[in-house]
């Protein structure tokens, strides 16, 4: 004692064993850097998948949970915020790209500031602190399939033919109700009735097919008495 040497006898006492309780326990389950960084992702896409599509809020709980513990556990990691931040800015990219597809743009710009983001995230100048790069890669290479399928479908709905608006009938094909008098008439369309000029007779039952609408009226022309209702026109 008093910086000298002591002897302890410790013979016949009694050894209590001092094990950590359950806090410390989930403490040093959710500080290994791959699992806080598993539950980060966990956390961040249920947040956007519950504001993406809102529902019973399961997503949102589930990713809230996951992202104060992930919070929780980068606490006691040497998280590098140069890293963080590229990784808030890839999250933004991505949920830009979900919500107004860019065609890609957004979504390649979020996957390389994702994937930056978490090779800096943690020092990996400490073996047990990296990230391994198979998680890494996976998550990248994923988002990267998520960005070109959005990418796709935005190209598709370009190409998509019109379905509402005054537009959404515009060739479609009809049925008079009853005879035209003086170049007007009721005709059957898409389950609906609407009123329908023409400049040539039209009788009841004959097909028609809309070439403009000017309000709630619509432009008709006949149909060749050949074609009849056997190729796909449909009251």
């Keep these: 004692m008093g910086g000298g040497l002591a002897t302890v006898d410790v013979q016949g006492r009694e050894v209590v064993p001092l094990l950590p309780d359950w806090r410390t326990r989930l403490l040093a389950v959710i500080t290994n850097p791959n699992v806080a960084y598993?539950?980060?992702?966990?956390?961040?896409?249920?947040?956007?998948?519950?504001?993406?599509?809102?529902?019973?809020?399961?997503?949102?709980?589930?990713?809230?949970?996951?992202?104060?513990?992930?919070?929780?556990?980068?606490q006691a990691l040497p998280v590098n915020y140069a890293g963080m931040a590229l990784l808030v800015l890839g999250v933004v990219l991505l949920v830009g790209e979900a919500v107004m597809p860019s065609f890609g743009a957004l979504g390649i710009g979020g996957v390389i500031a994702f994937v930056l983001g978490s090779i800096l995230l943690l020092d990996r100048d400490i073996p047990e602190f990296r990230?391994?790069?198979?998680?890494?890669?996976?998550v990248g290479l994923g988002s990267a399939v998520g960005v070109a399928l959005l990418a796709a479908f935005a190209v598709r709905a370009t190409h998509r033919a019109?379905?509402?608006?005054?537009?959404?009938?515009?060739?479609?094909?009809?049925?008079a109700i009853a005879d035209f008098v003086n170049g007007r008439g009721p005709i059957r369309l898409q389950g609906e009735i609407w009123q329908?000029?023409?400049?040539?007779?039209?009788?009841?039952g004959d097909a028609v097919r809309v070439v403009e609408r000017r309000g709630l009226i619509v432009k008709v022309e006949p149909m060749a008495k050949d074609l009849g209702w056997n190729q796909g026109v449909k009251p």
Excluded: H, K
């Design 131 to 138: 990230i391994a790069w198979g998680l890494i890669l996976g």
């Design 162 to 175: 019109v379905t509402t608006g005054a537009e959404a009938i515009l060739t479609d094909c009809g049925e």
């Design 196 to 204: 329908a000029q023409c400049d040539r007779p039209v009788s009841a």
């Design 38 to 74: 598993l539950l980060m992702l966990v956390g961040v896409y249920g947040l956007i998948l519950e504001f993406y599509n809102p529902g019973i809020g399961v997503a949102g709980v589930a990713g809230g949970i996951c992202l104060l513990l992930a919070l929780f556990a980068f």
